[in-house]
């Protein structure tokens, strides 16, 4: 059973960034594609970012492009999100996911992650 841990986020000014972790156990990440979302509450859950086995990434907001990047280090079995210039906006839970496949579809589904994190709450705020 595949476990997925979310860590690093918090509050933090416009403006400022932030590096979130997804850390898994129980199996190993390097064979899947992976995916952050983020979710404001009373809202559904909104894809970010994929990056594929071999490292390639897949936007799936534009508002996140230029200032997200998703990165996987899999000698850890550990995928990250970098973001930086945050908004407030940007104010969500983040959840990232284990896709089924190794490659990131075009646009998110969330029918196609078979494991989740329990997310990290990011606020930006002055």
């Known amino acids: 059973q595949v476990q997925l841990v979310e860590s690093g986020g918090g509050l933090v000014q416009p403006g400022g960034s932030l590096r979130l972790s997804c850390a898994a156990s129980?199996?190993?990440?390097?064979?899947?594609?992976i995916s952050w979302f983020r979710q404001v509450s009373g809202k559904g859950r909104e894809g970010v970012l994929c990056?594929?086995?071999?490292?390639?990434?897949?936007a799936f907001s534009d508002s996140v492009k230029g200032r997200f990047t998703i990165s996987r280090d899999n000698s850890k079995n550990t995928v990250y999100l970098q973001m930086s210039n945050l908004t407030i906006e940007d104010t969500a839970v983040y959840y990232c996911?284990?896709?089924?496949?190794?490659?990131?579809?075009?646009?998110?589904?969330?029918?196609?992650?078979?494991?989740w994190g329990r997310g990290t709450q990011v606020t930006v705020a002055s």
């Open positions: 129980g199996g190993f990440l390097h064979n899947y594609a």
């Open positions: 996911a284990k896709d089924l496949v190794h490659f990131c579809l075009p646009q998110a589904s969330t029918d196609e992650y078979d494991y």
């Open positions: 990056i594929s086995k071999h490292g390639d990434a897949t």
